[in-house]
């Protein structure tokens, strides 16, 4: 069997190690043959492949990034299903592997809705795709985000500063929480609560009144409950989707003149995809892409592999997308007994 591989939208700690477990496992047990498609769907709709052996996967299962580079491309804006039906044939390839995210994963779904041959691998740092507990990349951001948050927090405690960290998550707050939770932060703004000034000035100043230099931390599509919509100032991307940022200075300067506590904000951006991937990471993304092999022998498309507890299971693409996997209000009210 012949198959296909790309990966699409944003990249993820962790991509290499599925690109390295589907084809180790393909091409050693199973025989396959593989082939890459260069800049996700970009690259599949523009016919851009390269041959994958096992030479060209070794030593990639710890690195950062992917080796076939990504982007956010609509494939439907590029010719769509004959599109890649026609690109499928010229390669002779029996099916595709798609990694990705939720919009990515969207266009898997599409296409395998139309009759290709595809299956899906669950990518996001955010950690907000239904059906799966857990995606890789989101353990990686996590700790690079805790970890800028203890520096943050040196500096401000240094200059008596309430230091505000923005952080990654789109519509969700999974990275703020666990990051903010586990740096000790004295308030996380996440997009599920809305929160007014009012509150957020009570656990700035309570901090502040105990000696501390107050920590704030803000998922980027948090907004305060006199906001209609999240703060965003650079458009959409090929999806169709907001790119959320900023709120963490828009946030500063309110905190300041309110307060009257010198106030910094820092946005920690795409440095929370960087690098290489947790162990964590690694081993999920790694089970993932040999489990992925699974679905395309057995031809279960329209379907992804996905975490439940700690087994891999098989779910469908429409139980995936949809809604995505917000934080449950429980989970935020046990973080904010130690606000302030």
């Known amino acids: 069997m012949r198959i ?5 939208g944003g990249d993820a700690p962790g991509l290499n190690a599925v690109i390295r477990g ?42 950062g990034g992917t080796i076939l580079g990504t982007s956010r491309t609509n494939p439907f804006e590029h010719g769509g299903a004959p599109r890649v039906r026609e690109v499928l044939d010229e390669h002779r390839l029996d099916s595709l592997i798609a990694i990705g995210g939720e919009g990515s994963l969207a266009a898997a779904k599409e296409l395998s809705d139309l009759g290709l041959p595809v299956v899906g691998v669950p990518k996001t740092v955010d950690n907000d795709l239904n059906g799966t507990d857990y995606t890789f990349g989101f353990d990686t951001a996590v700790g690079i985000a805790t970890e800028a948050m203890d520096r943050l927090r040196t500096t401000g405690d240094s200059h008596s500063r309430c230091m505000v960290a923005e952080v990654m998550g789109r519509h969700v707050g999974w990275i703020a929480l666990h990051s903010g939770m586990a740096a000790g932060a004295h308030a996380i703004l996440i997009p599920e609560r809305r929160t007014s000034m009012d ?19 803000v998922a980027e599509g948090f907004a305060l409950d006199t906001m209609d919509d999240a703060h965003s100032e650079r458009g959409l991307d090929a999806f169709g989707r907001p790119r959320l940022g900023g709120i963490g200075e828009k946030l500063a300067p309110l905190i300041e003149e309110a307060t009257g506590i010198e106030t910094r904000a820092t946005t920690l951006g795409h440095i929370q995809r960087g690098g290489t991937p947790s162990a964590f ?60």
């Open 281 to 340: 990471d690694r081993v999920l993304a790694t089970r993932f892409g040999m489990n992925v092999i699974d679905l395309v022998n057995a031809g279960k498309w329209g379907h992804m592999v996905a975490l439940r507890g700690t087994e891999i299971q098989t779910v469908a693409f429409s139980a995936a997308l949809g809604t995505l996997k917000t934080v449950p209000p429980e989970r935020y009210e046990a973080a904010a007994m130690l606000f302030g």
């Open 22 to 63: 589907a084809v180790l496992k393909g091409t050693r047990v199973h025989g396959h043959e593989f082939v890459g498609f260069i800049g996700g769907y970009k690259g599949l709709c523009d016919s851009e492949a390269i041959p994958l052996a096992r030479n060209e996967v070794k030593g990639i299962g710890n690195t």
């Open 199 to 217: 509150e957020l000035l009570h656990w700035v100043r309570s901090a502040h009144d105990r000696g501390r230099a107050p920590l704030v931390v």
């Open 4 to 8: 296909g591989i790309l990966t699409s």
